[in-house]
């Protein structure tokens, strides 16, 4: 590794970040996505606890409280998962629920912030970062609505606090790296060159990036610690290839099948109607039976069974007869 490279974030999140004493690295990221100076005052446990064995918990990286009582989330995504976006509603909304006992007032509830960093290619879009929000919008006119605060609107007055559905409900932040490919020149891009190449520079200002260049600079670690990374990165990048392999493979073989089932099929019905349906059919089918063959693949290559089923999106009854 040479002067410029530092331990990469999905890495450094899982074993460093975690402790208090690092916090400014992240603390440095949070304030670079929401413009505002932001201080973590307390690593929260990020795991939560499951209520029944039927209940899931909020799988998160870091959980963070801020100075003034919000949540972060923070969470680093390797490999393709099905149902993504549903399960980041799912944390933010366990984390909305634990902040309450029986009994509290809901205005107790604090802002959540979701972040996730996404080492692979999510859904359509072009950009590297997306930003959710919620509003009410009028439909007949053009403006948000607001709501009075419960605590100091007893009367309504032009000084009555109020509240935008943004100051309370959850934000999302989705940061894909892979989809980055600019010359960093802004504090956020900054942010990316580190997250996609490691590379931070050696007079860099952003905030966070001048405590990972002390924190998470590989040159520092321990022998034992260098071995652990290096064979964790080993594995990333070979993980990585053979998923890659297997998606083309298995598209290729699939496209092909399908194709084949579907002109038969077609040919047979004699309709136009049938030869689209056909192929279809026939696309779907041949994928399902090479989704199979790739998943044994890469189980006798070492995958993990539980990111084989995550990338090629396999049922209950495929993961079964693996």
């Known amino acids: 590794m040479g002067n410029n490279d530092f331990i990469r974030f999905d890495w450094a999140i899982k074993r460093i970040l975690r402790d208090k004493a ?17 201080t973590i005052t307390e690593i ?8 029944s064995k039927e209940d899931k918990s909020n799988r998160v990286d870091v959980k963070a409280k801020t100075a003034s009582g919000e949540i972060i989330l923070v969470e680093v995504q390797l490999a393709r998962q099905m149902h993504f976006m549903q399960r980041i509603l799912y944390g933010t909304s366990k984390a909305v629920i634990e902040q309450l006992k029986i009994s509290q007032d809901y205005d107790l509830i604090k802002k959540v912030y979701s972040i996730s960093v996404l080492y692979f290619d999510l859904g359509i879009g072009e950009d590297y970062i997306y930003h959710g ?29 109020v509240t935008s559905p943004r100051e309370v409900y959850p934000e999302y932040f989705l940061l894909r790296v892979n989809q980055f490919n ?5 504090p956020i891009e900054e942010w990316f060159d580190y997250f996609k190449r490691g590379y ?22 321990s022998s034992e610690e260098r071995r652990a990374y290096e064979h964790y990165m080993l594995k990333v ?16 073989e699939g496209h092909v099948k399908g194709l084949e089932a579907g002109r038969a099929e077609g040919l047979e019905a004699g309709r136009a109607e049938g030869r689209a349906e ?3 059919e026939g696309r779907a089918e041949g994928r399902a039976e090479t989704r199979l063959e790739n998943a044994r693949s890469l189980k006798e290559n070492g995958v993990p069974v539980n990111i084989i089923a995550k ?11 693996l």
Do not use: C
Not at 22 to 38: P, S
Not at 44 to 51: A, D, F, I, P
Not at 237 to 252: I, P, Q, S
């Open 22 to 38: 690092n916090a400014g690295v992240l603390e440095g990221l949070l304030t670079v996505l929401l413009g505002e100076k932001i």
């Open 182 to 186: 600019e010359v960093a020149k802004t």
């Open 44 to 51: 929260l446990e990020s795991e939560s606890n499951r209520e």
């Open 237 to 252: 990048h070979e993980t990585d290839d053979v998923m890659k392999t297997a998606m083309h493979d298995g598209w290729n």
């Open 133 to 161: 929000v919620t509003t009410f919008r009028g439909m007949t006119r053009p403006d948000s609505v607001l709501h009075f605060n419960s605590r100091e609107a007893k009367f309504v007055s032009d000084s009555a606090s």
């Open 311 to 321: 990338s090629l999106g396999l049922t209950d009854e495929e993961l079964a007869q």
């Open 200 to 221: 931070i520079r050696e007079n860099t200002d952003v905030p966070g990036l001048q405590e990972a260049r002390e924190k998470l600079d590989y040159m520092k670690m």
């Open 278 to 280: 056909g192929r279809a």
